[in-house]
């Protein structure tokens, strides 16, 4: 790969009935767990392997042709800004130190429509903070699917600019619980376990544009 060119994501927050999300590689929105959050920062996502049915193709150069899988990596850095950390705690400077979180994924994505993707794949979640060693957390991602509004139009199929605004939706589980005392803060009841939680955004993805179709 001589080309250095990186896929930079842009992703604005959708409308959604409850909390904002999290995406996992490019400006996000992460569900506030019951506590500390919601969180929101920037990231950035690369394909590091790339198929074309059973055949390996480059995900750079734009010689080969374009790819139906991906393998993914993604590195996002969120933080809760001013939030409250926990909700059943007196709203105090203390209460409203802000909490991060660096969020590193790989999931690989299928097309399994020319405007449609699907995939799995695993990650990581580290939060830190004033008063608190930071926290690992392992996550798995059961299920993300991709759509690409604009290759669903006739004759747009196979034009790279169908393929630069997406919507995403993914859904995220976390291995191992939290609580208020690892936060530094025994006194709140804040306490989850395992749960699952959910990112949907609007992405804006330029590398298409190199792709041959």
Request: net charge positive; glycine share 10%.
């Amino acid at each position: 790969m001589h080309c250095r060119r990186v896929m930079v994501l842009l992703a604005l927050l959708t409308l959604w009935p409850s909390a904002a999300f999290a995406a996992k590689g490019w400006w996000g929105w992460l569900e506030e767990l019951s506590g500390p959050g919601p969180f929101q920062g920037p990231g950035v996502a690369v394909p590091v392997f790339c198929m074309k049915d059973s055949e390996h193709v480059s995900c750079w150069r734009g010689v080969d042709p374009a790819p139906n899988r991906r393998l993914l990596v993604g590195v996002a850095r969120l933080g809760s800004g001013h939030n409250l950390r926990f909700k059943d705690l007196p709203d105090t400077p203390d209460n409203r130190r802000e909490v991060k979180v660096l969020q590193i994924s790989g999931v690989y994505m299928f097309r399994v429509l020319a405007a449609v993707d699907v995939g799995f794949g695993a990650g990581t979640m580290r939060f830190s903070g004033a008063g608190f060693e930071p926290l690992w957390r392992f996550t798995l991602i059961p299920g993300s699917v991709s759509v690409h509004p604009f290759a669903f139009i006739d004759g747009w199929k196979k034009n790279p600019w169908a393929h630069v605004v997406r919507a995403e939706i993914e859904t995220s589980f976390v291995t191992q619980g939290l609580k208020a005392s690892q936060f530094g803060t025994p006194a709140s009841s804040f306490s989850v376990g395992p749960e699952s939680v959910a990112r949907a955004a609007i992405v804006v993805d330029f590398s298409t544009l190199w792709e041959k179709h």
